[in-house]
């Protein structure tokens, strides 16, 4: 290994005035969706259901029920009853499940675990095969082998998420009958207080592989294909050229030198698709019954359990923006090139 | 009309068509899938919405090729009864409509917005670029989910299944626009430089004709390259909303729906029911796909100069 190029690039860079103000507008941006998101929320609370039909059933005389609903306060005023809203929310309180007869909160908490396990597999899955094959393809474009991986690719971006998870199934499953079919298994192991994971025994590991494989299966050839063309683009470069023309070695100019510029475009995609793969795991879990997030969601549409249904809404919307600010700060402040001031990218 | 016929025929984009096998055949499929699609109410042996044709007895029969199987059933039938073929003709026509009448929602959205952003600039620029930044930062599906998801739970589940073409459309459309917009908008802002642009401002034309009739052709081609990308993602954005059971309904089922409806039947051995639709959707998709991927190279002039 030789001079740590890209690391030096990131000690020297200071955080100025620009980036503070770049933070802060991303920051502020960020409580604005945030704002939106709960105001999303709160109007379908408004309007899905009637509170008070879930508390009293249908045997209670009008007059009661107006005087029930001025004190609960669903007379009052909107922006009066929105901020009581944002009050309990920011509070860690969503309401109570109507059908689990829990806090909603809660019982997101409960499921969340189980859907991590599906996207940290999935991720891992996706980064093991994609940067080696990417990086393959775009340093032999011409070898049958790559040549097949784009064909291959191709075809499994034409499949969606839920064919392979039920082709998974019927192959591995119900025919062959290698793989269970459905759930987490039974064996879990509490590695922090709260999270159950089935990475680290048999029974659970066997569980993880068919979700996984199908929630990884349509970003995976996307990220090849990305990779790849990231590359290519590097290769051409004049840098990478001055690279070859002061005679380096090969495998130094590709991995040291391509391969750290083609991975940070790369990344910043990567953030941006942990959203993308949220949505994909309400498909794996369904088709799987896996115990998590998004199958817990379905149900709660299915029932009409809107504090549930509100719940979700906020704690993916909160992962989003989060991620998402995340990402494009850490993108801004290790990148030296990106325009800061300029308006979109 | 006939010179501009020959011409088209004589163009770059229809030679270098001639000459790649994966796109004409590609598109001999696709054409195949349309024409079939929509003629389904000439040629389909039945008709599966017709509740009285259906009888329950002929349920779950296996294509005609296997043991069990019925000549008059020719991919066999569902769990109700319904002729697998009929069904998957009809279902393929719906999901095809919902696909590029989504399209051309996001296509008309995009394109007013792209242009008029490219084209004025300043604060409107900046407010529906930053707009589209969010909205794709959020997940497409995502958003269609978490909006089908209430509207079912607001109306009734006879009122939501009358309603579902348009609001897939609807969602699927306006979920997708700042692809196009982004597109525009970065077209736009190359061509606004042009002399052609400076030279049709200065005989006075209004800024609508000039963005419509005079920018507007020259921005053609990155559409074309990102439409047919799009058509195949709203074909599986209807195709997994009508799987989750938040698209169309059974009762007049695309092929995301057949699907589900097909998929519990699976683990007792009827594998038709989810198998070929699904085999006809991954085809319709794959081949729009290959066309995009041939399209995109078609128009590339940095690859056309390579050749």
């Not at chain 2, 066999?76 to 409509?97: F, K, N, V």
């Not at chain 2, 073409?165 to 306006?174: H, K, T």
Request: with cysteine; net charge neutral; hydrophobic share 50%.
């Amino acid at each position: 290994m030789g001079p740590p190029l890209w690391r030096s690039h990131v000690c020297s860079r200071r955080i100025t005035i620009d980036y503070l103000v770049f933070a802060g507008q991303r920051l502020l941006q960020a409580t604005l969706v945030m704002f939106v998101i709960s105001l999303i929320g709160f109007s379908i609370q408004d309007n899905l259901g009637d509170p008070l039909r879930e508390l009293l059933g249908q045997s209670v005389s009008e007059a009661e029920r107006e005087a029930l609903r001025d004190e609960m306060g669903l007379n009052d005023p909107f922006f009066v009853q929105y901020g009581r809203f944002i009050t309990n929310a920011v509070q860690g309180d969503l309401g109570t499940s109507y059908f689990f007869k829990r806090p909603a909160l809660q019982v997101i908490a409960d499921k969340f675990p189980a859907t991590l396990d599906l996207v940290i597999g999935a991720t891992l899955i996706i980064v093991l095969i994609s940067v080696p094959v990417g990086v393959y393809c775009a340093i032999r474009p011409n070898a049958w082998l790559a040549r097949a991986v784009m064909g291959i690719s191709i075809v499994g971006i034409s499949i969606p998420v839920f064919l392979t998870a039920i082709f998974s199934i019927y192959l591995f499953a119900v025919t062959l009958g290698w793989m269970p079919s459905f759930g987490r298994g039974e064996d879990l192991v509490e590695i922090f207080p709260g999270w159950k994971t089935g990475f680290f025994t048999k029974d659970g590991f066997a569980h993880l592989v068919l979700p996984c494989v199908s929630l990884s299966s349509i970003m995976l050839p996307l990220f090849i294909r990305l990779i790849r063309s990231e590359m290519r683009e590097i290769l051409e470069s004049e840098y990478v050229r001055f690279a070859w023309a002061k005679g380096l070695a090969p495998k130094r100019v590709w991995f040291l030198h391509a391969l750290k510029n083609t991975m940070l475009p790369v990344v910043t995609v990567g953030g941006v698709q942990i959203g993308t793969m949220l949505a994909y795991t309400i498909l794996t879990e369904t088709v799987f019954q896996w115990p998590g997030m998004g199958f817990l969601f379905l149900e709660a549409v299915n029932r009409v359990d809107t504090p549930l249904i509100i719940s979700y809404i906020i704690v993916v919307g909160l992962i989003f923006v989060v991620t998402n600010t995340v990402v494009d700060l850490l993108y801004t402040w290790v990148n030296p090139t990106v325009k800061i001031t300029g308006r979109g990218r | 009309m006939n010179a501009a016929i020959r011409r088209f025929a004589q163009s770059n984009f229809m030679y270098s068509f001639g000459r790649d096998k994966v796109a004409m055949v590609s598109f001999a499929i696709l054409a195949a899938f349309v024409i079939l699609a929509f003629s389904a109410p000439l040629i389909a042996p039945y008709d599966p919405y017709d509740q009285t044709t259906i009888d329950i007895m002929d349920s779950e029969i296996p294509p005609a090729w296997q043991d069990e199987g019925e000549a008059r059933f020719l991919l066999g039938t569902d769990a109700q009864g319904r002729d697998m073929l009929s069904t998957i003709l009809y279902g393929t026509r719906i999901s095809i409509i919902i696909g590029v009448c989504a399209v051309l929602m996001q296509m008309f959205l995009g394109i007013t917005i792209g242009l008029v952003s490219g084209y004025v600039g300043g604060r409107i620029e900046s407010f529906f670029m930053r707009l589209a930044d969010i909205q794709l930062s959020l997940s497409t599906l995502m958003l269609a989910i978490v909006a089908l998801a209430i509207f079912q739970a607001a109306f009734s589940a006879e009122a939501y299944s009358d309603l579902a073409i348009i609001m897939l459309i609807m969602v699927i459309g306006f979920a997708e626009w700042p692809q196009y917009a982004r597109t525009i908008r970065a077209s736009v802002l190359a061509e606004k430089k042009k002399e052609y642009v400076d030279a049709a401002r200065v005989i006075g034309l209004g800024a609508p004709t000039i963005m419509f009739k005079h920018i507007l052709p020259n921005t053609l081609s990155p559409l074309l390259v990102i439409s047919t990308v799009q058509v195949a993602n709203a074909i599986i954005s209807e195709a997994a909303l009508s799987f989750l059971g938040l698209g169309i309904p059974v009762t007049k089922p695309s092929l995301g729906s057949l699907i589900n409806s097909g998929f519990e039947f699976i683990f007792s051995g009827s594998w038709w029911i989810t198998a070929i639709p699904s085999i006809v959707l991954i085809a319709l998709i794959l081949c729009i796909n290959l066309l995009g991927d041939w399209v995109r190279d078609a128009l590339n002039p940095k690859i056309y100069k390579e050749k």
